[in-house]
């Protein structure tokens, strides 16, 4: 029997995706990806998350929180506005959180504030964290040691060193993997780590629209849902386990990490 997908990671809020969206989750159903988590950015993009999701109630799952590009418009409403966005039923986990210091278009003081907040509303709330980190490991690090998160946490769309790597399992963090390992320059790195992360923390996402599999000639550069196998491939590639053992593995890691029942 062919095993299931799951996208744990798709930013189908994004403009490139406003003609089509229904189509691309479609296609993406009909390549045997059966569940899709919508990242939530902001909190108008978290709502939009979620009305996207009520269209496909059996096969969307999304996140609701802000981005560190967006940490600059956290303010004290914030939290009550998320509070009030998790009871949907189809609100799954709190994020996309944490600390990008690459592009800084928050402050560095602005995003920690934000982090944390969030950290807490996911320790108050039982929901696991969707977390985002570039080029910010020690801080990172620095925050998630002092809030001590109390549930489930997954490191999306991981590109880091093999210490990285360590820190975030030593702290019980899951990992995501995208297409960036498809990547025979910048991913390269990875291909030696990606075998070192054990089989129960391994998730797999497309962070669609971005990080499109450079073995993929696309028009239109876009990413997909649908080019989830792809990564997934190259994944299975890189490690020892028989192929379906470790579709079913990562599949069933997706759903107990967001808590469905299946």
Not at 83 to 93: D, R
Not at 195 to 200: K, L, M, R, Y
């Amino acid at each position: 029997m062919q095993g299931h997908y799951f996208d744990i990671g798709v930013n189908l809020t994004h403009e490139s995706f406003n003609s089509d969206y229904r189509v691309v989750i479609n296609d993406a159903i009909l390549k045997n990806i059966k569940k899709i988590c919508l990242t939530g950015t902001s909190i108008e993009d978290s709502k939009k998350c979620i009305e996207i999701a009520n269209e496909f109630k059996k096969n969307l799952i999304c996140t609701v929180g802000i981005h560190p590009h967006n940490a600059c418009y956290f303010d004290e409403s914030s939290n009550n506005k998320i509070l009030e966005l998790i009871k949907s039923p189809f609100v799954k986990a709190i994020g996309e959180a944490g600390l990008d210091f690459n592009r800084n278009f928050s402050s560095k003081e602005d995003q920690i504030n934000c982090f944390i907040n969030q950290i807490k509303i996911a320790n108050d709330s039982n929901l696991p964290l969707f977390l985002h980190q570039r080029d910010a490991h020690d801080t990172f690090m620095e925050c998630i040691l002092k809030e001590k998160i109390k549930g489930k946490a997954i490191v999306h769309c991981f590109t880091g060193s093999i210490n990285e790597l360590y820190d975030y399992l030593d702290n019980n963090l899951f990992i995501g993997i995208t297409g960036w390992v498809c990547d025979p320059k910048r991913g390269k790195n990875l291909e030696s780590i990606v075998p070192e992360i054990p089989i129960t923390k391994l998730l797999i996402e497309t962070d669609s629209p971005y990080l499109l599999p450079k073995s993929l000639k696309v028009k239109n550069r876009r990413n997909e849902p649908g080019f989830l196998p792809v990564i997934f491939d190259k994944i299975a590639n890189l490690r020892k386990e028989p192929r379906e053992e470790l579709k079913h593995q990562i599949y069933e890691n997706s759903v107990n990490f967001f808590n469905l029942s299946e």
